[in-house]
């Protein structure tokens, strides 16, 4: 049997790591380089959708607000309670809306995602809000009046070395 000598060696390690990288990363990154071209005025129109429900919300549009959203919008908030339909999120926010006390988010490191065929994106993004850091994660849906969005999901970030005082203060 032959020997393997370090140079021997090293190129085998060389070209094994080369076939892993070429059939598990490389393809998820070209594809991933692919869709932000592809998707690139997508994005751009969604950042658009997104940044303006933010800025909606925090000027008090309540209209504007909702005409954002389809007519199956589901809202997840950070209390246990608060998972609402349309018409039930609409009814929640309205008095918040009229009176102008209403949320003022401001998003950062929105990443998006697209589904094949184009029509549906997801993202997530980090959120500065009264409640400190946040973090919210929504579904758009390409309709014929553009994308809209479906679904949104509210959290409130805490580390996980806080989280043992965290679940004290929830038995309470």
Known sequence: MPQLTSTTYTSKVRLVVWGLLSLFVLPGYTQNVGSSIKYAKAKESLNSLMDTWHKNATLAKFESYFEAT???FVFYGTAPAEKWDKKGFMAFAKPYFDSTKTWRFTPSNRV?????????????EDLETWMLDCRGSGIC????????????????????????????????
């Open 70 to 72: 389809s007519e199956d």
């Open 112 to 124: 998006w995602y697209f589904s094949e065929n184009g029509k549906t994106a997801w993202f997530d």
């Open 141 to 172: 849906t390409k309709t014929r009046q553009g994308w809209k969005l479906s679904y949104y999901n509210l959290s409130v970030v805490i580390e996980n070395e806080k989280i043992k005082e965290f679940i004290e203060l929830r038995k309470h």
